[in-house]
């Protein structure tokens, strides 16, 4: 069974500081990762994703990768209120060299207090 | 925004009633899914389809049933309601299945499903 496991929250931050949510899953052999953002009652939209081991910015969000140790994670600079929302981690695994799909995690709620 | 919307958007309907939802795409993409939402079980995979008329079971697929005869729509179908199948359902599209980019999943805005 292919897990992929988040703190579900919420996560409380003040607005300007860093927000950190972080992400594991259970199968070395996976692929591909995303960071989705899903606002209430919204559909989740794509803000991440990564390949390789190691860091990617994009403008205020960076995602780390670390397969060995099968976390990955997504950096909020500058956190606004306006980032508060529910993230959801994603991760496409490999079953055998055959394409698996994508398999969500729960979510963690994000709450930026102005 | 990826082009792709949902109908209808909310439905209320009776146990033991069948229910068709749809998926329309604009972006002429090979991969459709259909996931559930529901709390404390996040977003699960229910079918999924890699092109026109080829589809294939997901997580919980029991209780539901997919066509796809054309590239832009994809109909789920319960064929007969019950109240467990409350839930949101989100359409998503990609333009293929294999890792590198393009298996990028794009969401629709949802359906809200009500089963008494």
């Known amino acids: 069974q292919k897990e992929v496991e988040q703190n579900s929250g919420p996560l409380s931050v003040p607005e300007g500081a860093i927000a950190s949510l972080n992400c594991t899953y259970s199968d070395r052999v996976s692929q591909s990762f995303f960071w989705y953002r899903q606002y209430s009652g919204k559909s989740p939209e794509l803000i991440m994703s990564?390949?390789?081991?190691g860091d990617k910015e994009d403008g205020r969000f960076t995602a780390q990768l670390n397969k060995a140790s099968q976390y990955v994670s997504l950096l909020i600079r500058d956190s606004q209120p306006s980032d508060s929302a529910t993230y959801l981690c994603a991760v496409k695994f490999n079953y055998g060299g055959s394409q698996g799909n994508l398999i969500f995690g729960k979510g963690t709620k994000l709450s930026v207090k102005p | 925004d990826a082009g792709i919307t949902q109908s209808p958007r909310h439905k209320v309907t009776e146990t033991g009633t069948p229910v068709t939802l749809r998926c329309h795409q604009t972006e002429n993409h090979r991969y459709m899914y259909w996931y559930r939402q529901d709390p404390g079980h996040g977003l699960r995979l229910i079918h999924y389809?890699?092109?026109?008329?080829?589809?294939d079971k997901g997580e919980v697929s029991d209780g539901y049933s997919v066509s796809r005869s054309k590239t832009e729509d994809f109909l789920l179908t319960l064929e007969s309601a019950t109240s467990s199948q409350t839930s949101v359902y989100f359409c998503?599209?990609?333009?293929?299945?294999?890792?590198?980019?393009?298996?990028?999943?794009?969401f629709g805005p949802g359906t809200r499903l009500l089963v008494l």
């Open positions: 998503a599209i990609s333009e293929s299945g294999l890792a590198g980019g393009r298996e990028t999943q794009y």
């Open positions: 389809s890699y092109g026109v008329k080829d589809t």
């Open positions: 990564i390949y390789s081991n």
